[in-house]
């Protein structure tokens, strides 16, 4: 019982007592009061069978004020229960932050309420910083989908869901970092991703990767790759990459480098935009392997794509053709070095390296490619979404690229080795046919360069 009631009592039975002597044998102290007022069923009657109101009145006061003590919790039990509660109701400062920060809201008001009130070069680089494109680029991207994603009845916002996936592909992050971010569940951030990437590398693919077939388009793009090599009707520049792929042990995927991959393809052109991509042979597997398995390799060999700009280098027909590494085959729409190490004669050798210097723009194509888009420098997807992310990424660079956004600090690719690939027999009168082609090409140009 709390020492200020049996203060309070005491004070009473004395003065009871003094109002009336005949009950004073009944409680001689204060704790003699508390015992007989809680175990003796005779202290009340006397007090009520009493000549005097005193005992009423001392009755009446007590049992109030047994009632209150009783009911009221000690002050030290209700401080640590308040204290308690205060703690369990008060938020985590570091989880307030660390997910509110993500929150549709936040998101919401960064998008509409305050991201038209920055200068546009402060509000474009902190949506770099954050989602690896500009506030106009990531509106374009979002405005394409957003009638996909609706069909989806996804409960978030098709610009939050957007805006959540490129900044996993922008940073590399994991579906389990970005559940914490964004309080959602793991499986539910890869469902999401999973989504968007499908429908960036099927619904925007055609309209951003495109191969040049257009009397304009393939005239700029020869024009600027002469400019850059000298050499006539270069209209692109082919090479693979290993994309790092975790939690998978086969061993068709470790490549030449060492670790688990998937094999990427492009063709860039001189404005380093990709205008075919594929992605469809494990990291073990060569570059030529790869081209030939490729819709593209199937489309040239056939004839479904047909490239009208013919040019006349020295009484030869000559098409529009791409240039790659050693490691690809000769071919008539594919032209490659003499040699790897200049040991060609003069015209051979300055031809080798004004087509390297063309095969440089897919070199830095890549390097951009891995370096906007960091998820692919590690791959945390699951295998079966491996290409679409890839792919995705590659369609978000060419945005990038077409857009003129700045160009982040290269992705720097080992060093690419390998030996010249075996002809295949449909191959054959295809390479006599370029071999003969590259040496005109070879002479021609040393003819030039050497009047100047």
Known sequence: MDQSFLLMLSNLLHLHNHLDPTTASLLSDASTASASATTSPTSPTSLLSSTSAAPLLFFTIASVLSYVASSRPSSSSSTSAAAAAA???????????STSDYSVSAFRALSTEHI??????????????LYGLSYPVFTTVVDKLKPHIALSNLSLPSDY???????????????????????????????????VTRLLATKLYPEFIKIPVSRRRLHETTQAFEE????????????????????????????????QSVLLQVV????????????KAPGGTDDATHLRDSLLYNRLTSGDIVWDKVINVRNHHVRPYIVGDRCYPLLSFLLNPFSPNGSGTPAQNLFDSALMKGRSVVVEAIGLLKGRWRILQDLNVGMNHAPQTI????????????????????????????????LLESEKPLYLFSDKLRQVLADDLHQRLSSR
């Not at 703690?87 to 932050?97: E, H, L, Q, R, V």
């Not at 590399?172 to 989504?195: C, D, Q, V």
């Not at 990424?393 to 160009?407: D, G, K, T």
Request: glycine share 4%.
């Open 391 to 422: 792919v995705a990424c590659c369609v978000l660079h060419n945005l990038c690229q077409i857009a003129r956004e700045p160009e982040p600090d290269l992705w720097k690719e080992p060093e690419e080795s390998g030996s010249p690939p075996r």
């Open 161 to 195: 869901a957007v805006a959540m996936v490129l900044s996993r592909l922008c940073h590399g992050f994991s579906a389990k970092t970005l559940s914490s971010r964004y309080s959602l569940e793991p499986y539910l951030i890869s469902k999401i991703t999973n989504m």
């Open 228 to 259: 850059l090599t000298s050499l006539p009707n270069m209209c692109g520049a082919i090479d693979g990459s290993p994309v790092k792929i975790r939690n998978n042990s086969n061993p068709s995927h470790r490549c030449q480098y060492g670790f």
């Open 268 to 279: 860039a052109d001189h404005k380093k935009i990709f205008w075919d991509v594929c992605v």
């Open 116 to 129: 038209w009130a920055m200068e546009a070069p402060l509000r474009d680089a902190q949506w770099r910083s």
């Open 87 to 97: 703690a369990a109701a008060a938020p985590n400062p570091a989880a307030t932050s």
